[in-house]
């Protein structure tokens, strides 16, 4: 077999290591020299891409970063020469059942609760995929469940990949400048249940019509499940409780109210439950439950401000999700824009000012029609001019609702920076 890896950073590296331990043939393409330099036992290109390196190649495995209409991928279609994503080609390598987890917001969070909730079920689960840990990697062990979170990066170059068993959080438009079109991105997530039959349970969020429709459209067998009601057949909240298969538990008990939180936690407890967790596991995972970090994050509160890091909402429907769960905001928005619409965000009654940063600055103040708006250069100045803005009762909120590599080297640098920017301005005061 000889294979052609595109991307040299961790999907990549990890299909590489694979490809080498079944012995194949391979060479890796990156655009960057740099991503290759310490690969120098193998075939390797930069540069611009050239179609000739595709001379002999049985498969192309693709990394997440190459978007779909870039010039490797198109040129290997083309050709006619078989494209996997490196979701596909571990898990034709991997014996442990799999729980594929997916959707526009929420899948780190739900795949850290699934791993934990069977973990504490005394069995051994490993979380990989998108979360950080290449699933090529986890060839070779023995865990007793593996959970995947996939993005629709990952989805889109699927083959004879099947769950056994698949969570469908939410759909909304995110990754246009990859995928190029909403529809594109729907089938890319819809890809999760694209192999699957009436034996292969499909948590969905009942209550998102895009998750729905795929689900309907779907051969699985359906689990629906909701942060806001509990549907009949399904599962999730109903009459201040978290409804649950086999658990029974008082919202009380729960330390989170919002709805998006309580989806995830009831797709999270679903989907465990399924995959054999005990419902004492589930019940203290849940109870135990803190926000994935950088995820609408209490930096601190001064003066009757509360200032909260969601630097991960990278997409509007994240943004506006976080904007909807505070009634008065003084909002950091901004970055790079992934060909969405913004304007939702600044729009949303909630948010009463607005601080915009990054290459999508304009556009963020050009859409605040009727709210004070202030350009900012920097993290520091924006959240300078936000303490400014901000009075009794608001809540500063980073939820930018962009990509951050126009400024920052990831959501996490760019949540640190406002942290530490918040704590330099507030406990320096």
């Known amino acids: 077999m000889r294979m052609l890896v595109l991307g040299g950073a961790v999907s990549g590296r990890g299909a590489v290591r694979l490809a080498e331990r079944l012995g194949y043939e391979v060479a890796v393409y990156d655009r960057d020299p ?140 995110d990754h246009l400048d990859w995928h190029q079109t909403f529809d594109n991105y729907r089938q890319a997530k819809a890809n999760i249940v694209r192999n699957v039959g009436p034996e292969v349970p499909l948590v969905f969020d009942v209550d998102d019509s895009e998750a729905s429709l795929v689900a309907g459209r779907s051969r699985a067998r359906l689990v629906p499940v909701s942060g806001k009601a509990r549907t009949d057949g399904g599962w999730g909240v109903e009459g201040g409780r978290l409804l649950l298969n086999g658990l029974d538990l008082s919202l009380d008990e729960v330390p989170v109210g919002d709805p998006s939180f309580l989806l995830d936690l009831a797709a999270a407890g679903a989907a465990a439950l399924l995959a054999g967790a005990n419902t004492a596991a589930v019940r203290d995972v849940i109870t135990a439950f803190e926000p994935v970090r950088h995820r609408r994050t209490i930096v601190g509160t001064w003066r009757d401000v509360m200032w909260i890091d969601d630097s991960k909402a990278t997409n509007p429907h994240s943004a506006l999700a976080a904007v909807a769960a505070y009634p008065s905001v003084v909002l950091i928005a901004g970055g790079r824009n992934k060909a969405l619409d913004l304007a939702p965000i600044v729009r949303h009654p909630n948010v009463r000012s607005v601080v915009a940063i990054g290459e999508a600055a304009d556009e963020i103040i050009g859409a605040a029609l009727h709210i004070p708006s202030v350009r900012a250069s920097s993290m520091s100045e924006a959240v300078a001019v936000a303490a400014s803005m901000a009075g009794s009762g608001d809540a500063v909120l980073l939820a930018p609702g962009c990509a951050s590599f126009d400024m920052f080297d990831s959501y996490a640098h760019r949540g640190e920076v406002f942290r530490q920017a918040v704590l330099e301005l507030e406990e320096g005061e």
């Open 34 to 173: 740099a991503a290759l330099a310490d690969l120098s036992n193998l075939p390797t290109f930069d540069s611009e891409w050239r179609p000739e390196w595709l001379s002999g190649i049985d498969v192309v495995v693709t990394s997440p970063g190459i978007p779909e209409h870039s010039a490797p991928i198109t040129s290997a279609l083309s050709a006619g020469v078989t494209v996997w994503g490196e979701l596909e080609f571990a898990a034709r390598h991997l014996s442990a059942p799999i729980v594929a987890i997916t959707g526009t917001n929420g899948k780190t969070t739900v795949t850290t609760l699934v791993a934990d909730m069977l973990n504490a079920s005394g069995l051994q689960a490993t979380a990989a995929g998108n979360i950080g840990t290449a699933l090529a990697d986890i060839v070779g062990s023995t865990p007793d469940v593996i959970v995947v979170e996939a993005s629709s990066f990952q989805l889109r170059f699927i083959d004879s990949f099947t769950p056994d068993l698949a969570v469908l959080l939410n759909i909304a438009p």
